[in-house]
């Protein structure tokens, strides 16, 4: 990669950021977009974690990674501190390659 691209990538980002602060300006949007907008990053987030987990290359795996991020969850669900989140997913999921 190239600092030509790099400068080019941000610049086009920058951009966009700016593009849409002149389109909408001191407008509100409605309540339903900004619902929608609200629940993004989470969308995206979560897009990464299911791709990273059960993809290697094009192809797709189902291995100790998998296993980590469903203890993960379930410890999330139950309300656990982030900490212990991360350490039980990664725990489970380096035990298991071990084995």
Do not use: H
């Not at 907008?37 to 969308?43: F, G, K």
Request: proline share 3%; aromatic share 6%.
């Amino acid at each position: 990669m190239s600092w030509t691209l790099v400068i080019v990538l941000a610049v086009g980002a920058y951009a966009f950021k700016v593009t849409g602060l002149l389109i909408l300006g001191g407008r509100t949007m409605p309540s339903v977009m900004e619902r929608c907008l609200v629940l993004i990053p989470a969308a995206v987030v979560s897009a990464l974690i299911v791709k990273d987990t059960f993809s290697t290359g094009q192809e797709l795996v189902l291995d100790a990674r998998a296993a980590g991020i469903a203890l993960a969850v379930v410890a999330a669900w139950r309300k656990a501190p982030l900490i212990v989140v991360i350490v039980l997913g990664a725990t489970v999921t380096a035990v298991i390659r071990q084995i």
